[in-house]
């Protein structure tokens, strides 16, 4: 029986999208974000995947959305498929926090110019959830589902985490996402 070997460096994805070091970004919520990366990412898969984020191993991805879908470089020539779900708020509580921040003009405003007012948060954690991914629904079930296609079994791989870190990035730009992966585009709240 024939092991299958893989190249011993990952061959660097020449326009793949590459992250920069979200350390940078001082928002507090790309902070949170990082924390929430690393509740569910151990070891050097962590470290695996920043690195993968940062030297552009992502070749595409799907906006930051409920379902997310990335394809990423590995050490094989075809790149692994990554698929992250993030969990929607239940119909009842989705309502309340739409209508919660809804109700208040400026954390509205704040959202379109960028920002990421404490209220968004606090609106979630009223309904008993968690704006940011990773929080833990049981032992061994968080609030995201990640799958890849290649054989490592850890979950989440280095590949799904490289696109958590490129999500990030985007998260940390413009946060109006995190609502947008919960299935709250900024839109509905306007309305």
Known sequence: MSKRRYPARTPH?????R?????VAGCWWAKRWQGA???VAFGARLGKGRNYA?????LEMSPPAPHVYAKVMGAREEPY?????????PSEARRRIVEAIAAEPIVVARLLAGDLPMDVEAAFRAEGLDLFPGAKLAPGRYDMTTKCSCPDYANPCKHCVAVLYVIGEEV??????LLEMRG?????LLG
């Open 81 to 89: 498929e990554v698929t992250l779900d993030f969990r929607q708020p």
């Open 184 to 188: 709250m585009p900024l839109e509905e």
């Open 13 to 17: 994805a020449a326009h793949g999208i």
């Open 172 to 177: 940390a730009r413009r946060p109006a996402a």
């Open 37 to 39: 990366i690393e509740r």
């Open 19 to 23: 992250m920069q070091d979200l350390r």
């Open 54 to 58: 940062l030297s552009g191993q992502v």
